[in-house]
């Protein structure tokens, strides 16, 4: 009969100790659920540094040519075509699209690409959902904006490995895109800096779908659940992301060392500053969830060892002092995925288009 009570309290204290903590996580969620529910401006302030400029969490905005895109229609269809057109590239093979795939949150969910005959290039190639919120361009932030990004692939001999005269050369023999430019510009005339800003101009029209936390955010205080909210919470404060990841799209548009740079010395290659090395841009964790694997170099292929990298990151002198070890335990950083899984969104139906000839 002792051995009986025994093993019954063995058995019956865990599963107190786990009805417990189950009411504390409900009523916890409650709490936040209440806050949350009110403006954003009522929101408890995150946890940030002092020397952080950093903009409230917000729903997810239109393109920044939302309201010109019946004046640019010809534009964007000339540019669509050239983003998914191979014959930009000396292979005839690849294009844009190729590593950007509209399929895949316009990824290519590869450790990094591959390019012309089979070369690897050196970096992830990071979505292009909502590229036009950065202020630089590429890991290093090499390129100014969508347009003079768009030189550096075309050109990479490890990309599509072009030249822009042949390129240029390439589409005028094309009946279909000279049509397509003087529909787009008034006149056939076709040179690298229209066919680029025509593929910046189609760039500039992709944008995320709207995700549970932006419903969220619209008024359905059910759309994120408990375990969403306490991430959404921890977010803000202990996990100390709003110090990089805030704004509308959760990003500071800055780089930062976050100790994962290797050899590669990042935003140095185009500043020559001793005090770049090591930086890389900060990335929107909008679709963060779909956009994998992670990192410049693409090295962590699961977002938990993304969340453990930065849980506890090996310090050392170079690293962002915005970079701290977090003591985020099991439950915290299951809650802390469950937020990044209520910030991605699925991907936009997409219709490719038919190539000139």
Same mark, same amino acid.
């Given at each position: 009969?002792?051995?009986?009570?025994?093993?019954?309290?063995?058995i019956?204290?865990?599963l107190?100790?786990v009805s417990?903590?189950?009411?504390?996580?409900a009523?916890?969620?409650?709490?936040?659920?209440?806050?949350?529910?009110?403006?954003?401006?009522?929101w408890?302030?995150p946890?940030v540094d002092?020397?952080?400029?950093?903009?409230?969490l917000?729903?997810?905005?239109?393109?920044?040519i939302?309201n010109?895109k019946?004046?640019?229609?010809?534009?964007?269809?000339?540019?669509?075509?050239?983003?998914f057109?191979?014959r930009l590239?000396s292979?005839?093979?690849?294009s844009?699209?190729?590593?950007?795939d509209?399929?895949?949150?316009?990824?290519?969910?590869?450790?990094?690409?591959i390019?012309?005959?089979?070369?690897?290039?050196?970096?992830n190639?990071?979505?292009?959902l909502n590229?036009?919120?950065?202020?630089?361009?590429?890991?290093?932030?090499?390129? =100014?904006d969508?347009?003079?990004? @768009? %030189?550096g692939?075309? *050109?990479?001999?490890?990309?599509?490995?072009? #030249?822009?005269?042949? +390129?240029?050369?390439?589409?005028?023999?094309?009946?279909?895109? =000279?049509e397509?430019f003087e529909k @787009? %510009?008034?006149?056939? *005339?076709?040179?690298?800096?229209?066919?680029? #800003?025509?593929?910046a +101009?189609?760039?500039?029209?992709?944008?995320?779908?709207?995700?549970?936390f932006?419903?969220?955010l619209?008024?359905?205080?059910k759309?994120?659940?408990?375990?969403?909210?306490?991430?959404?919470?921890?977010?803000?404060?202990?996990?100390?992301?709003?110090n990089?990841?805030?704004?509308a799209?959760m990003?500071?548009?800055?780089?930062?060392?976050?100790g994962?740079?290797?050899?590669?010395?990042?935003?140095?290659?185009?500043?020559?500053?001793?005090?770049?090395?090591?930086?890389?841009?900060t990335?929107?964790?909008?679709?963060?969830?779909?956009?994998g694997?992670w990192?410049?170099?693409?090295?962590?292929k699961?977002?938990?060892?993304?969340?453990?990298?930065?849980?506890e990151?090996?310090?050392?002198s170079q690293?962002?002092h915005?970079?701290?070890?977090?003591?985020?335990?099991?439950n915290?950083?299951?809650d802390?995925?469950?937020?990044?899984?209520a910030?991605?969104?699925?991907?936009?139906?997409?219709?490719?288009p038919?190539?000139p000839?």
């Amino acid at each position: 009969m002792k051995k009986l009570l025994v093993i019954s309290s063995l058995i019956f204290v865990p599963l107190l100790l786990v009805s417990f903590i189950t009411r504390e996580s409900a009523s916890q969620a409650n709490r936040l659920r209440k806050i949350y529910s009110q403006h954003p401006s009522q929101w408890p302030a995150p946890f940030v540094d002092d020397n952080v400029k950093w903009t409230e969490l917000g729903l997810i905005p239109p393109s920044p040519i939302e309201n010109q895109k019946d004046s640019l229609q010809n534009i964007i269809a000339l540019g669509k075509a050239l983003f998914f057109d191979p014959r930009l590239s000396s292979s005839g093979k690849i294009s844009c699209a190729t590593c950007h795939d509209p399929a895949l949150h316009w990824t290519d969910k590869k450790e990094k690409s591959i390019g012309h005959e089979g070369a690897t290039t050196q970096r992830n190639a990071p979505t292009i959902l909502n590229s036009w919120v950065y202020h630089k361009l590429f890991w290093d932030g090499r390129a =100014r904006d969508l347009q003079d990004q @768009a %030189f550096g692939p075309i *050109e990479s001999e490890s990309e599509m490995n072009s #030249e822009m005269p042949d +390129v240029i050369r390439t589409i005028r023999k094309i009946k279909g895109y =000279r049509e397509f430019f003087e529909k @787009a %510009f008034g006149k056939n *005339e076709i040179n690298p800096d229209r066919m680029t #800003e025509a593929i910046a +101009v189609f760039e500039n029209t992709i944008v995320s779908n709207k995700s549970k936390f932006d419903r969220f955010l619209e008024g359905n205080k059910k759309a994120l659940s408990n375990s969403e909210l306490r991430g959404l919470h921890l977010f803000r404060t202990k996990a100390r992301c709003m110090n990089c990841h805030h704004g509308a799209l959760m990003t500071d548009n800055q780089f930062h060392n976050i100790g994962t740079a290797g050899a590669d010395v990042g935003l140095y290659k185009v500043t020559h500053a001793d005090a770049d090395s090591g930086k890389f841009k900060t990335p929107s964790l909008r679709e963060v969830m779909h956009t994998g694997p992670w990192l410049h170099d693409g090295s962590l292929k699961h977002i938990e060892a993304v969340i453990e990298r930065l849980n506890e990151p090996a310090m050392n002198s170079q690293i962002s002092h915005l970079i701290r070890p977090l003591h985020l335990n099991k439950n915290e950083k299951k809650d802390l995925i469950s937020f990044l899984i209520a910030i991605s969104a699925p991907a936009p139906h997409f219709e490719k288009p038919v190539l000139p000839q």
